[in-house]
């Protein structure tokens, strides 16, 4: 019994395709805000966690291939085994991907943060597994890379993950794994896609 207008009616409005739902909520970029929203289905009240300050948003922090960029795309949320994360990009971090879990309190806060050594216009997006932050790149219309990794409990970096993707559209605009089921759920020009994650 929920109600949609064809419009913005409210700030509480979702921004851009990088949506999570976990823990009977739905995580998402509150709307021109550099801010996540969290919706709770049963009690359908919406609390916030304001990012730090400097974080981009309004697309002046998109994930991008060669010269092309993912509109609205600033704030990646993302799940695994632990929880809900954010991935972003701030003004001191130049530029380069900023990692933030988010604690499920009430209001939710933000938990410990990791400063990555990558580029986020160079990357086309990100997911969480295990407790490790991969990112993909873009290769041709028809294959991604997931070239980088960050190991949130040793703060590592792997440059050299070299996982092949295989698209059925040029672009994934939303790419997140699922604890669940242990699957990749990618959203491409209009095309849901999903993926076997098997871990070595």
């Given at each position: ?97 900023v990692l933030s879990k988010v ?98």
């Open positions: 019994n929920i109600q949609i207008a064809s419009s913005n009616p409210t700030t509480n409005t979702i921004q851009g395709p990088n949506n999570v739902v976990y823990g009977g909520a739905l995580y998402y970029n509150c709307y021109n805000r550099d801010a996540v929203c969290r919706f709770n289905l049963t009690t359908k009240s919406v609390t916030s966690l304001q990012l730090p300050k400097g974080t981009r948003y309004n697309s002046k922090g998109n994930f991008c291939h060669l010269e092309d960029c993912y509109v609205y795309t600033d704030l990646d949320l993302a799940t695994d085994e632990l929880g809900v994360w954010v991935v972003y990009t701030t003004t001191q971090a130049l530029g380069n991907l604690e499920e309190t009430e209001p939710p806060k933000l938990g410990k943060t990791w400063h990555t050594s990558v580029y986020k216009r160079s990357v086309t997006n990100t997911f969480m597994a295990c407790g490790i932050l991969y990112a993909t790149r873009y290769i041709d219309a028809n294959v991604d890379e997931v070239f980088y990794s960050l190991d949130t409990m040793t703060g590592m970096e792997n440059f050299k993950v070299g996982i092949i993707i295989n698209k059925v559209s040029s672009n994934i605009f939303s790419l997140n794994y699922s604890p669940v089921d242990q699957m990749l759920y990618a959203f491409c020009d209009a095309k849901m896609v999903s993926y076997k994650a098997l871990f070595g």
